[in-house]
C-alpha cells in the first residue's frame, strides 16, 4: 500500500441498506477524515478522527458513523442508505503532530449511489 | 458563519497567465490551501499560506492578505494538462479544513 487506498470505487446501492466504506492508510497519520463531494458545493466533513480511538462529527454527519480501532483504518458505515447520500466520498488523512502544517493526502474516492 | 468564495469557472489560454481569487471568512484562522483536482480524481496539495505574502513553487505561486481575507492561485506558463478544478481551503481555529466549492480551469489551446 502507497498512501491512501479506499474500497470499493464504486457501489450502487438500494435505499435502506447499510453499506460501509472503507479507508486505509498506510503513513501512520494521526488525524483521518471523511468527506463527501457533491456538484456545486465544496467537500464538506463528515467525521473526523484526531488519533486511534476518538472520533468527531463534522460539518454534515447525520445518517453516518465512523469508528477508529486502530491507526490505519477509518471506516464510514451509513446505516439505512437514503438517495440524498448520493455523492462521491473521499477519505483523508494528515500529521497532526504538525499544528503549523496540516497538509491532507486524499484517497481516489468512492462515487455511491443510492436508488 | 464560515464562507468561501471562489469563482466557478475561468478559461485561459495554453501559455498564458491566469489568476483564481479565493476570499474566506472562518472563525480563526490557521493558514490557506490550494489544492488541485482534475476530472474524476482526488484532490491533491498545491501549496499552503499562512504569513501574508507570495508563496513561489514553479509554474504555481499562491498569495495571502490575512486582512483582507484574500488569497490567490496564479498559474503561468499555462499548460493544457493545468486544465482541472482549482480548490480553496482555510483552516479554521480548530484546525479543519473550510472548503471552497472549486474553480473549474479551462484551458484552450
Known amino acids: 500500500i502507497a498512501g491512501i487506498t479506499q474500497a470499493p470505487t464504486s457501489q450502487i446501492l438500494a435505499a435502506g441498506r447499510r453499506m460501509t466504506l472503507r479507508c486505509t492508510q498506510d503513513m501512520r497519520h494521526n488525524a483521518m477524515y471523511w468527506y463527501r463531494q457533491d456538484l456545486g458545493l465544496g467537500l464538506r466533513l463528515i467525521h473526523y478522527s484526531n488519533t486511534a480511538g476518538t472520533t468527531g462529527k463534522g460539518e454534515v454527519p447525520d445518517g453516518y458513523s465512523v469508528s477508529r480501532a486502530n491507526t490505519d483504518d477509518f471506516p464510514l458505515t451509513l446505516a439505512s442508505a437514503v438517495p440524498s447520500q448520493t455523492s462521491v466520498y473521499f477519505c483523508?488523512?494528515?500529521?497532526?503532530?504538525?499544528?503549523?502544517?496540516?497538509?491532507?493526502?486524499f484517497g481516489p474516492g468512492t462515487r455511491l449511489t443510492v436508488l | 458563519g464560515q464562507n468561501i468564495d471562489q469563482p466557478t469557472e475561468m478559461t485561459a489560454t495554453e501559455g498564458a497567465i491566469v489568476q483564481i481569487n479565493c476570499t474566506y471568512q472562518?472563525?480563526?484562522?490557521?493558514?490557506l490551501f490550494w489544492y488541485q483536482q482534475h476530472a474524476g480524481e482526488a484532490p491533491t496539495f498545491l501549496s499552503y499560506?499562512?504569513l501574508d505574502g507570495l508563496e513561489e513553487k514553479g509554474r504555481f505561486s499562491s498569495f495571502l492578505s490575512r486582512s483582507k481575507g484574500y488569497s490567490y492561485l496564479l498559474l503561468k506558463e499555462l499548460q493544457m494538462k493545468d486544465s482541472a478544478s482549482y480548490l480553496c481551503?482555510?483552516?479554521?481555529?480548530?484546525?479543519?479544513?473550510?472548503w471552497g466549492a472549486g474553480t473549474k480551469l479551462i484551458i484552450k489551446p
Open positions: 499560506n499562512v
Open positions: 472562518t472563525s480563526g484562522f490557521n493558514g
Open positions: 483523508a488523512s494528515s500529521d497532526s503532530s504538525s499544528r503549523e502544517f496540516t497538509e491532507q493526502f
Open positions: 481551503a482555510a483552516l479554521d481555529s480548530n484546525y479543519q479544513l473550510i
